[in-house]
């Protein structure tokens, strides 16, 4: 009886295992950890950096640009790290030769980057007002990259919604979000769709939807727990759908461009890859995040595992219906297959195990999907807090979504590493090291053969990190943010990237070590001419004081310089002494 009774649920789960597998035969159970392996990408592989408009551009108030919910967020104080602003950022607004010259520097083959909604139409809806000045930044933009044979890639939507839509409709909570977000996408394929091929509709909508709606860590910093990312999700799903049906019926022909979302995750690996239950929990993290949008773009629908918990946690609250809204039959099909390529950002891997969250307690997004998160100790961590460089996950990520997806063609729209806070340092090992051993798990996932057609380096510059302000840095280049120039240096990591890419991947590990000694030895010129920058600025600020006639300022003044003269006078005397002692001895 006993056995009987064991043997029901398993041999439903075996018939379910059994389904999953005829359609997906993602392997949870082999990890492979296999050594570097060098090789090098398919030809036509094109590799790039990237941005997005509010972290570089500044000039947050020129030429007639509208107020975004960054622009309000952000100066809303308590808001963001040192209450740090986009206002001025990288001023790549007035920078567009300088950074070309930079992507020319390591032979890019794309830049990656954001147009600002309402840079080209203030109040975010066409029949107000086009602006036109910021429609031409752009057309130069892309016209520049052009001409130094750069593809540029467009992402339409990178967070920074125009303020009247949230103020006036609730941004992504309300549906008419869906026409408006349209009517943009077809200005924006209208001006720039005879240059520019390939389009993203929406950069990691995750993070919209969950840190915009649910936490409110991120701008509109709205926290409608339980329910504020499910419905901004679902609009922002239904307006990828419509602004691919747009292009694919109005542009198409003519533009012969394509069109993609870009999905940001981290992969999700089970404790115990023996342990059916952390298997589920895994793939239930992994589903709760890239399949929440990739499944109804892919398939038509959620994952069954998102409507099966939110629906019976839903239930558990007493409510009616579920929290996460669903698609009519129309729906499904509408929005079925509207992806021309997925873009993927990836940084990090988490261990999962099954955790179950009484739903007495409140119910969240987090709480909905009964996992814990789990690092291992011995994973390096060299920048952000939450940032573990986990190169294997990658590889285990992408062959998930070739897997769940049909293979689709991936481009990597975003992966890099920040360091440690307020660091100076342009000799970044571990950005060498954390790009080396991504860009080859990547390679091994080609190897499998998962059809990844270009690679994004994130970011070009150091710049704005949204609710961390200037305190993460994930820059190729560093940017001095004190000095009102901007100028940015090199990191090594440059040389290194630049290598990679001149010879399409890692011929062979003599090469790959001669690239990292010579990206070491240039970064020390590069570290003492920032240095040298900052004491010129310094010394430029003390002058400026003491030739300021105002009293209070040479106070300010004596105080930083007395205090010094002092310790050097002191110093020299000690020495001096030293000095007269020992010759008497
Ligand atoms: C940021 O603004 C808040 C509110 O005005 C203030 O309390 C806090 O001290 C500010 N932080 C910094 C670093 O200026
Ligand atoms: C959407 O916006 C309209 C117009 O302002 C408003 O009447 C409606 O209540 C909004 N819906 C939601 C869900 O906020």
């Known amino acids: 009886m006993m056995l009987l009774q064991r043997v029901g649920p398993a041999c439903h789960v075996l018939v379910l295992v059994l389904c999953l597998s005829a359609a997906e035969d993602f392997d949870w159970s082999a990890n492979n950890h296999d050594s570097f392996y060098y090789g090098t990408f398919p030809n036509g592989f094109s590799w790039g950096a990237g941005g997005s408009a509010y972290q570089t551009e500044g000039a947050w108030d020129k030429d007639g640009k509208g107020l ?101 409709y609730g941004g992504w909570q309300n549906i008419s979000m869906i026409n408006y977000f349209n009517d943009f996408a077809n200005l924006c394929f209208e001006r720039y769709g005879d240059r520019v091929k390939h389009w993203i509709t929406f950069n990691n909508p995750w993070s ?159 709480s909905d999907r009964d996992v814990a998160e789990l690092v291992d100790p011995r994973w390096p961590d060299p920048g952000s807090e939450w940032l573990y460089s986990v190169p294997w996950g990658f590889r285990r990520l992408l062959n998930f979504m070739k897997t769940h997806y049909g293979n689709p063609m991936i ?77 940015r240096y090199p990191k090594a990591s440059v040389q290194f990237y630049k290598r990679i890419i001149q010879s399409n991947g890692f011929p062979g590990q003599r090469e790959v070590e001669t690239w990292k000694r010579k990206a070491t030895e240039t970064c020390s010129t590069s570290n003492q001419l920032l240095a040298a920058e900052e004491q010129r600025n310094t010394a430029a600020n003390i002058l400026k004081l003491i030739h300021d006639p105002l009293t209070s300022h040479m106070e300010m003044v004596t105080e930083v310089v007395v205090p010094t003269v002092c310790t050097l006078c002191i110093l020299i005397s000690a020495v001096f002494l030293m000095f007269l002692l020992r010759k008497r001895n």
């Open 68 to 168: 975004s919910i960054w622009d309000v967020f952000t100066h809303n104080k308590g808001k963001t790290f040192l209450n740090d602003t986009g206002d001025s950022s990288c001023d790549g607004y007035y920078k567009i030769k300088d950074d070309i010259s930079l992507m020319k520097e390591m032979n890019l083959n794309h830049y990656r980057f954001s147009i600002s909604w309402p840079r080209i139409m203030p109040t975010g809806i066409r029949s107000d007002h086009v602006n036109e000045k910021g429609v031409r930044y752009y057309d130069v933009l892309i016209d520049e990259l052009l001409e130094n044979k750069i593809t540029p890639i467009v992402t339409l939507y990178h967070w920074d919604l125009p303020q009247v839509l949230q103020e006036k």
């Open 411 to 487: 481009y990597i729209t975003e992966n890099g590493v920040s360091e440690k806070m307020m660091c100076t340092e342009l000799c970044d090992d571990w950005r060498i090291k954390y790009y080396k051993d991504y860009i080859n798990e990547m390679l091994k996932a080609i190897r499998d053969g998962v059809n990844v057609k270009g690679y994004t380096a994130w970011s070009l510059l150091d710049k704005f990190e949204w609710d961390e302000g200037y305190s993460e840095r994930f820059g190729l280049y560093y940017v001095d943010f004190k000095n009102q120039n901007k100028p």
């Open 208 to 366: 919209v939807a969950v840190e915009g709606y649910e936490t409110g860590e991120h701008a509109p910093g709205l926290k409608l727990r339980g329910t504020g990312a499910y419905r901004a999700a679902h609009h922002i799903i239904k307006a990828h759908a419509k602004v691919w049906h747009t292009y694919d019926s109005q542009w198409r022909s003519k533009q012969k461009g394509m069109v993609g979302i870009s999905l940001s995750g981290d992969w999700g690996e089970p404790v115990d890859i023996t342990n059916q239950k952390d298997i589920e929990a895994a793939e239930r993290y992994v589903q709760f995040y890239i399949g929440w949008f990739a499944t109804p773009i892919f398939h038509g629908d959620y994952p069954q595992v998102m409507k099966d918990f939110i629906g019976r946690k839903s239930a558990l609250q007493g409510l009616g219906t579920s929290r996460l809204p669903t698609f009519s039959s129309q729906e499904k099909s509408y929005i079925k297959g509207t992806s021309d390529f997925l873009g993927v950002g990836h940084f990090t891997t988490r261990y999962i195990t099954q955790k179950s969250y009484p739903s007495n307690r409140g119910t969240t997004y987090f």
